[in-house]
């Protein structure tokens, strides 16, 4: 069964620190989809990354990056400089193929970044 | 390019009761999904809908809960006799076609529902 563990469950930082979010997960399956949502306090989850297992690169999106590292099934993502508006809660999710080729995504528990002027 | 809508956003309602939620997804999207959120928690998968048809539903789809996508573009989520383990978010989504599971779900704002 698909697993996704974020053992952080609330951050607090002061702005402009940088801040690392961990993620955690667990399939069986040998190709697999990532991602990362933003969950502001509207409730929308707004998608940010998608990564697929067999590209290891890490990537950098203006103040956002993310370190994919295949050996120790991880999926971690730093915000530089952090600013107010980056207050959410952020969600890791493994995707997984369902019947007729939909895409299932289990989440993790998320995590609830603060920050502070 | 609108993103997915969803209606009532708010809905309280009395133990009992039938509610229904909307679901319009992004346009040139023919996959449609339903997810369930608690206070705390990341969203659970509810079910799935390829244009009309209904292709995978979750354990946590009990006999109260039906959903529909009729014509392949909106869809909607009824529960009835609701109870207060109802109360929760629910979330719609939405993606394109492909051949992997790497397709990009986009979420809407989602209807909040209290059972009281």
């Known amino acids: 069964a698909q697993k996704v563990t974020q053992a952080q469950t609330e951050i607090s930082v002061v702005e402009k620190e940088d801040v690392t979010l961990d993620c955690v997960y667990e399939t069986r399956d040998t190709t697999y989809y990532l991602f990362w949502y933003k969950q502001p306090p509207s409730g929308e989850l707004v998608f940010l990354i998608r990564?697929?297992?067999?590209?290891?690169q890490n990537e950098i999106s203006g103040r956002y990056s993310w370190n994919f590292q295949k050996s120790t099934s991880s999926f971690n993502f730093t915000i530089t400089a952090s600013q107010v508006v980056d207050s959410a809660v952020y969600f890791c999710a493994l995707s997984e193929m369902i019947t007729g080729g939909g895409n299932k995504l289990t989440f993790g528990t998320g995590t609830q970044l603060k920050v502070e002027l | 390019d609108t993103g997915v809508s969803q209606n009532p956003r708010h809905k309280i309602t009395k133990r009992g009761q039938n509610v229904t939620f909307r679901c319009d997804p992004i346009?040139?999207?023919?996959?449609l999904y339903w997810y369930r959120q608690t206070l705390g928690q990341g969203p659970e998968f509810l079910t799935y809908?390829?244009?009309?048809?209904?292709?995978?539903k979750s354990r946590l789809l009990s006999d109260r809960f039906s959903a529909e996508r009729p014509k392949g573009s909106f869809s909607t989520l009824e529960i009835q006799r609701t109870e207060q383990g109802d109360s929760a978010m629910y979330l719609c989504a939405s993606s394109l076609d492909g051949l992997t599971s790497g397709n990009t779900i986009y979420f809407g704002e989602g209807s909040w529902l209290t059972v009281v």
């Open positions: 809908f390829q244009n009309e048809a209904q292709l995978e």
């Open positions: 346009s040139e999207h023919n996959r």
């Open positions: 990564r697929n297992s067999f590209d290891e």
